[in-house]
């Protein structure tokens, strides 16, 4: 298997632009974490979810922030309008049914200007 | 609700020397125990995991492992370390049963010195 998948590897985008990261799990894993890493703040889970439902966004910082899992071989996080203070690198992990390592993308370095 | 320490935020050290990352965890009941690996502009990698039994885990790379419960601790060590080892090392934590959702520390960033 490839691994988790993501695109773009980095994206620069002015301030107030919609941005959306990609996230392709391993194929048959059934739970996708989306988190941020910043030098402030560390590795952020933003949210979770389980046979492609959200379970758990309390860690998506505000209104801006949406993410969605159409089917189990496709995520997206979308920022709506963006701001410099998203500038971070985002990961996708998966895992499997009942799994007990998440696997992790290589992320998306973004940058807002 | 779970948290973890990871209170060194740099360790430096020699090729060949010994290592010792440190990792204080906070869990209402049993945890769930992982360190992974990140190289820089990677995703990050699990080194090992601690879920029952035996205290003391060995994983890849050389590194090993040791749950301490009376010490909420799990540090991470490696007898001999390769220039190579060179990367940012994150505790983690996660609820047991079921699918987990780890909960990181802030990180150690290791550098190995020639």
């Known amino acids: 298997d490839a691994g988790v998948i993501q695109s773009p590897r980095h994206e620069v985008t002015e301030m107030g632009q919609e941005v959306t990261l990609r996230c392709k799990p391993i194929?048959?894993?059934?739970?996708l974490f989306w988190y941020r890493q910043t030098m402030m703040r560390g590795l952020e889970l933003l949210i979770y979810?389980?046979?492609?439902?959200?379970?758990?966004d309390s860690g998506m910082p505000e209104d801006r922030f949406s993410a969605k899992m159409p089917n189990a071989s496709f995520s997206t996080l979308k920022i709506q309008p963006s701001e410099p203070r998203d500038s971070a690198v985002y990961f996708c992990?998966?895992?499997?049914?009942?799994?007990?390592?998440?696997?992790f993308g290589q992320g998306t370095r973004l940058t807002v200007v | 609700a779970q948290s973890v320490t990871q209170p060194d935020i740099h360790i430096t050290v020699s090729e060949g020397a010994s290592l010792e990352l440190r990792c204080n965890y906070s869990?209402?009941?049993?945890?769930?125990l992982f360190w992974y690996v990140q190289s820089p502009g990677q995703g990050l990698q699990l080194l090992l995991k601690?879920?029952?039994?035996?205290?003391l885990v060995q994983g890849i790379k050389g590194f090993e492992a040791e749950f301490k419960r009376s010490q909420s601790s799990f540090n991470l060590r490696k007898p001999s370390v390769h220039w190579s080892d060179a990367a940012e090392y994150f505790c983690a934590v996660g609820a047991s049963g079921g699918s987990y959702i780890p909960t990181f520390g802030r990180g150690t960033s290791l550098i190995v010195h020639p």
């Open positions: 869990y209402g009941a049993t945890p769930y």
């Open positions: 194929s048959g894993h059934n739970s």
């Open positions: 992990a998966s895992t499997n049914r009942g799994g007990t390592e998440a696997f």
């Open positions: 979810f389980n046979n492609n439902v959200p379970i758990d």
């Open positions: 601690y879920f029952s039994g035996d205290t």
